[in-house]
């Protein structure tokens, strides 16, 4: 069974572009979560998608936003990047009916602001 | 609020030895507890879990955790340790009540075994 997917693997933008990164769940998982893991900051929740809706979003700019699509699979904007922006960036999934089920995350994408 | 804590930056232990990684938590209503390890340039793995039930948790590669309510612990162990155990294990939680279903994690413990 595949795993939880990312694209890309590397990004590499400049100050004030804007960066799209996606995530394919596993089959049959409908959640998909997005975390930031920056240098020195740890692994920091930004966005939850269940069934095609935003659930519950971190402390975090407007400026992120994503959304899920009817396959499950999730987009990951961010707009007017920052160099501050810079960071690991993974997509989990899961079955949100189990309750206390496991996340599963992905490889994530590197992104590089300059 | 909810929160997660590994105390320890780095733990070095030798192979064969017995490791233990700790971590202590927060929260609100009952814990959900998960450890994750993550390589290089990797994305993160689970290892295990608890929800309810026993509080000794058996896991991939050989580890376990163990719950403690009475000290709001789940310290992750292994009777041997592996070289290739050598990684970064982040522990997170949670909160049962809480119906975001989001993962609060530690700052990470460094694990290092040395042959």
């Known amino acids: 069974e595949a795993g939880v997917t990312q694209s890309p693997t590397h990004l590499i933008k400049t100050r004030g572009q804007q960066a799209t990164l996606r995530c394919s769940p596993i089959s049959g998982h409908t959640s998909v979560y997005w975390y930031q893991q920056a240098l020195g900051l740890g692994l920091q929740f930004l966005l939850w998608?269940?069934?095609?809706?935003?659930?519950n979003r971190g402390n975090f700019p407007p400026r992120f936003s994503g959304r899920q699509f009817p396959n499950y699979s999730s987009e990951l904007n961010v707009n007017a990047l920052e160099l501050e922006d810079s960071a690991l960036y993974l997509c989990?999934?899961?079955?949100?009916?189990?309750?206390?089920?496991?996340?599963?995350f992905g490889p994530g994408t590197r992104l590089t602001v300059t | 609020a909810q929160s997660v804590a590994q105390p320890e930056d780095q733990v070095n232990v030798a192979e064969g030895n017995p490791l233990t990684v700790k971590c202590t938590y927060s929260v609100s209503g009952n814990p959900y507890l998960f450890w994750y390890v993550q390589y290089p340039n990797r994305g993160l793995q689970f290892l295990l879990k608890y929800i309810t039930g026993d509080n000794l948790v058996k896991g991939s590669y050989g580890f376990e955790a163990e719950f403690n309510k009475s000290q709001t612990s789940f310290h992750l162990k292994k009777p041997s340790a592996l070289v290739s155990d050598s990684a970064l294990y982040f522990c997170?939680?949670?909160?049962?009540?809480?119906?975001?279903?989001?993962?609060?994690f530690g700052s990470g413990t460094r694990l290092l075994v040395r042959p």
């Open positions: 998608y269940d069934e095609g809706e935003e659930r």
């Open positions: 989990a999934s899961s079955l949100v009916s189990s309750g206390g089920g496991e996340q599963y």
């Open positions: 997170a939680v949670r909160d049962g009540v809480d119906s975001s279903y989001k993962l609060i």
